[in-house]
């Protein structure tokens, strides 16, 4: 019941404040976006209302499409990109989602909530300790990662496709996250990597995509 309460606030909130800015019939904008297509927005809305050191964290992707993309006026079901943004001077995160023709604001959604959403024990095991990191752990700006789109590709053809054929109402969960944070042997700083999570009511696939070399794990399957 929290989850579909929390699910209803969030769309509530994000619906009606996008109606409230596109009342100009003169503005046309795109509802759909990819991951990285908002990080400028979201970094630029932290350094003004949480700190002003505010990096990049991590950034979830809640029930993304085949395409890699969320549809910000989707209210049919809970998709959205969460970004995690990170403070040295606060050790601490905030969070925030875009809204349909507005800027970023702060989310409702936490680790707490993204974790209660991973029904995965292998991934979910992951993430815990990954999020444990990411109050001193910030994707460098420099980090060189694929967008949402070319990332859903490179995991449906490392099993997604195979995953989705199988199984019926498939979803897909991503998470970019520091390299380092994942895994602490890294001698590479500077990389961020995509956790790509493919799964039904009763089975699931995760992949994790390594942004410097190209691999895909896969991390758990069932």
Not at 4 to 22: Q, S
Not at 57 to 67: H, K, M, Q, S, T
Not at 179 to 199: E, G, Q, R
Not at 210 to 222: D, F, I, M, P, R
Request: hydrophobic share 45%; net charge negative.
């Amino acid at each position: 019941m929290k989850k579909i309460l929390l699910a209803l606030t969030l769309f509530i909130t994000l619906y009606f404040i996008g109606c409230d800015k596109t009342t100009d019939p003169n503005v046309l904008v795109d509802s759909k976006i990819t991951a990285k297509e908002k990080v400028d927005d979201v970094l630029q809305k932290a350094r003004t209302d949480f700190s002003s050191d505010a990096k990049l964290a991590a950034i979830y992707g809640r029930e993304v499409d085949l395409n890699g993309e969320i549809d910000l006026l989707n209210t049919s079901s809970f998709n959205a990109f969460v970004y995690v943004v990170q403070s040295n001077t606060l050790q601490s995160n905030e969070f925030y989602v875009p809204v349909f023709a507005a800027g970023p604001i702060k989310s409702p959604i936490n680790f707490t909530t993204m974790l209660s959403f991973v029904k995965d024990a292998t991934a979910g095991d992951i993430l815990n300790k990954v999020f444990n990191r990411l109050a001193t752990i910030a994707i460098d700006p420099g980090a060189n990662y694929k967008d949402s789109p070319a990332t859903i590709d490179t995991a449906l053809v490392h099993g997604g496709n195979v995953f989705i054929e199988q199984n019926s109402g498939v979803m897909i969960d991503m998470f970019l996250l520091p390299s380092k944070s994942i895994d602490t042997t890294l001698v590479i700083n500077n990389s961020a990597d995509w956790i790509v999570n493919f799964y039904s009511s009763s089975k699931s696939l995760v992949l994790w995509i390594n942004s410097n070399t190209g691999v895909v794990t896969k991390l758990s399957g069932n």
